[in-house]
């Protein structure tokens, strides 16, 4: 039996608050998106989040909620939500 890993977000810097285990990616980005968003902070004070799933990763997600490949090759996997 495989054992299924959530998507795990976390933040290089700023408020720790939305690192955590999600049950999907969308869930992650919501999740990121909201807490940036209630913080008030800009892009120098809120950083963007590594998402992975066990040890493999995901992607990182940009502080405009966008979800790239990696931090160094940036094809966009996820665009920011609507609002």
């Known amino acids: 039996m495989s054992k299924t890993h959530p998507i795990s977000l976390k933040m290089e810097y700023g408020p720790k608050t939305v690192n955590g285990d999600y ?12 807490a940036r968003d209630a913080s008030g902070l800009g ?3 809120w950083g ?3 998402l992975t799933k066990g040890s ?28």
């Open 43 to 45: 892009g120098s004070k």
């Open 56 to 83: 493999v990763n995901c992607g990182w997600m940009s502080y405009n909620g966008r979800v790239w490949s990696s931090k160094n090759d940036l094809i966009l996997v996820m665009d920011a939500p609507k609002k």
């Open 23 to 34: 049950a999907t990616p969308e869930e992650a980005q919501t999740a990121y998106c909201n």
């Open 48 to 50: 963007s989040a590594q």
